[in-house]
T-cell receptor
């Protein structure tokens, strides 16, 4: 059973471009979480999604950021018109059930660099 | 507002020492608490998960304790080794939705 997959692992964008980050949860997991880690800081929650639903987006910036988890395919975190402050590591985690003691399983992250 | 603080921010010890990493949280109504290891440029590896009803968990040379009333958790590493060098993150969940992370303790174990 493969773990949580994220791609690309490294992404370089120029200011103003769009960044698309993909996350494939573990097999059988229908809950996906996105976190952002700025340099020398801990991870900060961004958004929690179930298939075709956004459950909690309290950590998402109000502009330029969006997330989806379609019925088929990976979850996508989309950043429009990137700025240098968006440079960070973006981690995805998945879990099999809501309201369960299971932990979240983290992917290896996508490191975004904005030039 | 839920906040998670880790002390110290960095720690350098000689090989073989026993050491303690500290984590404190402001809201004691937690769902669970988890300790992760993060190597440079890599993802997170789960070390220990403590449910809110538990007081401690052990795995090999690692022992994590939880005191909800005082809002504290400690990660004890016995007989430290150079391979233990990494950043250790404490994360607190208040429901099933999300973790609140501390900024981590960067550990360096010198041979």
């Amino acid at each position: 059973n493969a773990g949580v997959m994220q791609n690309p692992r490294h992404l370089v964008r120029r200011r103003g471009q769009e960044a698309r980050l993909r996350c494939s949860p573990m097999k059988g997991h229908s809950h996906v979480y996105w976190y952002r880690q700025l340099p020398e800081e801990g991870l900060k929650f961004m958004v929690y999604l179930q298939k075709e639903n956004i459950i909690d987006e309290s950590g998402m910036p109000k502009e330029r950021f969006s997330a989806e988890f379609p019925k088929e395919g990976p979850s996508i975190l989309r950043i429009q018109q990137v700025v240098r402050g968006d440079s960070a590591a973006y981690f995805c985690a998945s879990s099999p059930l809501a309201q369960s003691p299971d932990t979240q399983y983290f992917g290896p992250g996508t490191r975004l660099t904005v030039l | 507002k839920q906040e998670v603080t880790q002390i110290p921010a960095a720690l350098s010890v000689p090989e073989g020492e026993n050491l303690v990493l500290n984590c404190s949280f402001t809201d004691s109504a937690i769902y669970n608490l988890q300790w992760f290891r993060q190597d440079p440029g890599k993802g997170l590896t789960s070390l220990l998960l403590i449910q809110s009803s538990q007081r401690e968990q052990t795995s090999g040379r690692l022992n994590a304790s939880l005191d909800k009333s005082s809002g504290r958790s400690t990660l004890y590493i016995a007989a430290s080794q150079p391979g233990d060098s990494a950043t250790y993150l404490c994360a607190v969940a208040y429901n099933f939705n999300k973790f609140y992370f501390g900024s981590g303790t960067k550990l360096n174990v010198k041979p």
